[in-house]
T-cell receptor
Framework: NAGVTQTPKFRILKIGQSMTLQCTQD?????MYWYRQDPGMGLKLIYY???????DKGEVPNGYNVSRSTTEDFPLRLELAAPSQTSVYFC?????????????FGPGTRLTVT | KNEVEQSPQNLTAQEGEFITINCSYS?????LHWLQQHPGGGIVSLFM???GKKKHGRLIATINIQEKHSSLHITASHPRDSAVYIC?????????????FGTGTLLAVQP
């Protein structure tokens, strides 16, 4: 299994540009998450999904959109990039369940908006 | 005040030392996670626990639910243990495994 994969690894965007961060998992996990990690701060949840066709906002959703058309893929869309979106983005997945389950993380995407 | 607090923020140790990283939280939880983030950026889950103690190799994690406190111990530390260690909690009653993260403890183990 490849686990959770993310592309691209690095990206530089100009203010106002758009892009999609790709995330794919091959573990048949129902739950998927997008986080951002800023220096000196804990990971913050942007959006999450509990299954194909179901998404919901996390703590910091403004400026982002997601979709979940398949179990495997959970892309994150930035529509009008702003310098405040400069961050490292992590995708993660876990098993469905009422109890807490381990989350598996992708390698991250380092995004700079200038 | 953050709901999850870690201490210390930075820690430097000599190879072979016993290391303790602490995590305190202020919400009711169903589980607590310890994660490791290496300099390359990748994050891996070390432990998930809701009571007592777990051990994996040289790593030991304990949790005291009444005191809302957890510790991560590393015995016989090695330079390859150098990483950021992150505590995260799964708030009680949540069905979606939405974690609240601490800001991490940066550990450097010198040879």
């Amino acid at each position: 299994n490849a686990g959770v994969t993310q592309t691209p690894k690095f990206r530089i965007l100009k203010i106002g540009q758009s892009m999609t961060l790709q995330c794919t998992q091959d573990m048949n996990h129902n739950y998927m998450y997008w986080y951002r990690q800023d220096p000196g701060m804990g990971l913050k949840l942007i959006y999450y999904s509990v299954g194909a066709g179901i998404t919901d906002k996390g703590e910091v959703p403004n400026g982002y959109n997601v979709s979940r058309s398949t179990t495997e893929d959970f892309p994150l869309r930035l529509e009008l990039a702003a310098p405040s979106q400069t961050s490292v983005y992590f995708c993660a997945s876990s098993y469905l369940g009422g109890s807490s389950y381990e989350q598996y993380f992708g390698p991250g995407t380092r995004l700079t908006v200038t | 005040k953050n709901e999850v607090e870690q201490s210390p923020q930075n820690l430097t140790a000599q190879e072979g030392e016993f290391i303790t990283i602490n995590c305190s939280y202020s919400v009711g939880i169903s589980a607590l996670h310890w994660l490791q983030q290496h300099p390359g950026g990748g994050i891996v889950s070390l432990f998930m626990l809701s009571s007592g103690k777990k051990k994996h190799g040289r790593l030991i994690a304990t949790i005291n639910i009444q005191e809302k406190h957890s510790s991560l111990h590393i015995t016989a530390s090695h330079p390859r243990d150098s990483a950021v260690y992150i505590c995260a909690v799964d708030r009680y009653g949540g069905a979606t495994n939405k974690l609240i993260f601490g800001t991490g403890t940066l550990l450097a183990v010198q040879p």
